[in-house]
């Protein structure tokens, strides 16, 4: 089991950037890999980006790609996603995931691939 909290949502000038952190608790030795997802009102829930956990490799959104930039604190146990050059579009309930326990088999940025979600934080984006 694992729980997840997100923070570091605001509201920001369109250009501004915001960083967002998700904290993970519970038995995080069995977390396989994470994300950011995130949801518009009247959208469905899309992919911004995702990892391993412990690896190098990240895979993106092609409309977050040379803007956003996830991470990871293993030692912290916590995920981040850096957020530059912010655009209205982007604006959204964030919300960090997790494949807890290493079964399916979905690619990284497909929401069934997660089992572990957090409550969301909110980002808004002004022009």
């Known amino acids: 089991q694992v729980q997840l909290v997100e923070s570091g949502g605001g509201s920001v000038q369109a250009g501004g950037s915001l960083r967002l952190s998700c904290a993970a608790s519970g038995y995080t030795y069995s977390l396989h890999f994470m994300g950011w997802f995130r949801q518009a009102p009247g959208k469905e829930r899309e992919a911004v980006a995702a990892m391993y956990t412990g690896g190098d490799n990240s895979v993106y959104a092609d409309s977050v790609k040379g803007r956003f930039t996830i991470s990871q604190d293993n030692a912290k146990n916590t995920l981040y996603l850096q957020m530059n050059s912010l655009k209205p579009e982007d604006t959204a309930l964030y919300y960090c995931?997790?494949?807890?326990?290493?079964?399916?088999?979905?690619?990284?940025?497909?929401?069934?691939?997660?089992?572990?979600w957090g409550q969301g934080t909110q980002v808004t984006v002004s022009s």
């Open positions: 995931a997790a494949n807890w326990g290493g079964a399916g088999t979905y690619p990284l940025l497909s929401k069934l691939a997660y089992n572990y």
